[in-house]
C-alpha cells in the first residue's frame, strides 16, 4: 500500500448494528501499524471515531485496477505531525485478497444517473457500467453528441443498503440505436480514485449476485 493511496471501511456500528461505509486514506506505514486519515461517514461526511480492537473490512485499488480487501482492527488514535490519525494492524501480504485482476469488469444494471451536456440536461438510467465509464438509456430528443464532454451524478445502491453519490465529467464517445432506443457510451475523463473504488466494488457485488442467482 502507497502513502496517499485511498482506502475504504466497512465497520459495524455496535449501537444500530448497521454497517458504516467510510473513506479514508494511508499516511503512514511501519512494520506492524498501517496510519491512516480519521475515517469519514460516507452518508454523513462526519469524522467517526472507532474504539480501539473494532474489526474493520478495508478495501483499496491494487495494481492493474484489482480490488484488494483485508480485514484488520484498530489500535488507537495518535498523532503524526500534529496531525490526528487512527493506527491499525498492518496485514500480512497473503491476508491481503486480490477480488479481480481485469482492469474494468463491466455489468449490465440500470441504476439512476443524471447527465448534464452543453445544451441538454436529463436523468435516466444506465444500461452498464464499469470503472472506466458507462453506458445510458438516451430520452427521446436528446441532443448529446459523440465527442461531447458531459457532467454526470450516479447513484449506486450497495449490497449493504448504503449508497454512494459518483460525480464525474465524463465524454461521450458512442451513440447507436437498436429496436429498443436510442443509447450513449460514456468513457470517464475526471473521477476521483476514491468514486472509482466505488465503482469498481459495485460491478464486483453486482457480478457476484449474477454468479449467486445462476447456481440457484
Known amino acids: 500500500m502507497k ?28 512494520e506492524y501499524y498501517l496510519f491512516i486519515d480519521l475515517p469519514i461517514d460516507t452518508r454523513t461526511d462526519k469524522t467517526v471515531f472507532f474504539p480501539s480492537g473494532t474489526h474493520v473490512m478495508a478495501s483499496y485499488i491494487g495494481e492493474n485496477q484489482a480490488l484488494c480487501t483485508f480485514e484488520t482492527h484498530t489500535t488507537e488514535t495518535v498523532k503524526l505531525n500534529n496531525i490526528p490519525a487512527l493506527a491499525m494492524h498492518l496485514p500480512n501480504p497473503e491476508q491481503i485478497k486480490t477480488i479481480q485482476r481485469r482492469r474494468f469488469v463491466r455489468i449490465k444494471t440500470a441504476a439512476d444517473i443524471a447527465v448534464h451536456g452543453k445544451i441538454d440536461a436529463f436523468t435516466t438510467v444506465t444500461m452498464d457500467i464499469s470503472g472506466g465509464g458507462l453506458s445510458v438509456v438516451l430520452p427521446a430528443g436528446s ?57 469498481i466494488r459495485y460491478c464486483f457485488e453486482k457480478q457476484r449476485e449474477s454468479r449467486k442467482k445462476e447456481l440457484r
Open 3 to 30: 502513502i496517499g493511496m485511498a482506502l475504504n471501511l466497512e465497520v459495524n456500528d455496535r449501537n444500530s448494528g448497521e454497517m458504516i461505509t467510510c473513506r479514508s486514506k494511508v499516511i503512514e506505514q511501519n
Open 143 to 199: 441532443c448529446l453528441a459523440e465527442k461531447e464532454r458531459v457532467s454526470i451524478w450516479l447513484v449506486l445502491q450497495m449490497q449493504k443498503g448504503n449508497y454512494h453519490y459518483i460525480a464525474a465529467t465524463a465524454q461521450v464517445t458512442r451513440i447507436s440505436q437498436d429496436r429498443n432506443g436510442k443509447g450513449a457510451s460514456l468513457e470517464f475523463l475526471v473521477i476521483s480514485e476514491q468514486e472509482q473504488q466505488h465503482i
